[in-house]
């Protein structure tokens, strides 16, 4: 089996390669600025798209990589850019897609994906001919090896759209997508000025700081990079601990994948505690003194 794997993310783009590796011959096409940084991840090949920046132009040239190299899967990073790129390639190859999966094997012939349903309330397992596949981050840890992989430059793609301008987005403060222990907030901390509250606790537990939708793109007390959920970022920490936050299964898909839950919440009938491993009924500004001190 071979598989061609795509991803405009560096990160993702090795939680790919370490994760398609293990049951097919993998090259990579990417079009970040730097493509050593991805040579040491497992590919027979590196494409270097470094030119090729519009879905529909990237989608052109891996048509005539996968004409070429006869790939049976294309694996594709689940992205803004990818999933457009993908979209693109199963119209153009006539190739059924499966989307957003989080595990993947083969099964008589039959491509076997799993992936959250019902806005990340259950996970759904689908038999499917999908040979398309966009995958979400945190699939696997990347894992390097000791042969680099050989590098193909490739030459930017005739494109109907001009690139006039290059802004760079302002970059994050945090990675949440590789925090070990992360302390979220909700609405149930009651307003920003607590927020110096919950700080304590973070530094004692060597944590990140993040928030749910309404903190940080309703009220905008935290930055976006910081928000957990369907919309925002998906983590897996070791420890997740949820102070306010009720449990909406929008807010649930972006922190199932966590090791171990801890919620405090003064409302008893809160959802979040059907999804915690440990619940804690109560005042949260009295609660996190003392788990504060536990852990100092």
């Known amino acids: 089996m071979k598989c061609l794997v795509f991803s405009d993310n560096s990160d993702l ?83 059924e897609a499966m989307t957003e999966i989080s595990e993947f094997r ?13 806005g990340g309330k259950t996970v759904l397992e689908e038999k499917s001919n999908a040979t398309i596949l966009t995958v979400m981050p945190g699939i696997s840890d990347p894992e390097k090896v000791q042969e680099k992989s050989p590098i193909e430059e490739l030459p930017a793609s005739e494109s109907a759209v001009k690139l006039i301008e290059r802004k760079e987005k302002k970059a994050g403060t945090v990675d949440l997508e590789k925090a070990g222990i992360i302390v979220s907030i909700g609405r149930g ?17 060597h944590a990140e700081l993040a928030g749910s939708r309404p903190i940080c793109l ?17 983590v897996k920490p070791r420890v997740y601990i949820a102070l306010g936050i009720s449990g909406q299964i929008q807010h649930i898909a972006g922190m199932r ?13 809160a959802p979040i505690f059907e999804e915690c491993d440990y619940g804690i009924v109560g005042d949260i500004f009295q609660i996190v003194p003392q788990l504060t001190e536990a852990l100092k």
């Open 257 to 269: 994948g966590s090791k171990t839950v801890v919620a405090i919440n003064k409302d008893k009938s």
């Open 106 to 118: 083969i099964d008589g012939g039959k491509t076997v994906t799993r992936r959250f349903f019902y």
């Open 13 to 95: 783009a090795g939680q790919m390669l370490t994760y398609f590796r293990k049951s097919m011959d993998t090259d990579l096409a990417t079009t970040v600025r730097d493509a050593s940084t991805l040579e040491m991840y497992g590919s027979k090949k590196i494409f270097h798209l470094k030119d090729t920046v519009f879905p529909g132009d990237i989608a052109r040239v891996l048509e005539k990589l996968v004409s070429s190299n006869n790939y049976d899967y294309i694996v594709i990073g689940s992205t803004a850019i990818g999933r457009g790129v993908a979209g693109i390639l199963s119209q153009k190859l006539g190739r």
């Open 189 to 205: 901390i009651g307003s920003q000025d607590k927020i110096p509250l919950i700080e304590p606790l973070v530094k004692a537990a």
């Open 218 to 234: 309703d009220y905008h007390w935290l930055s976006e990079d910081r928000q957990v959920g369907l919309s925002g970022k998906k």
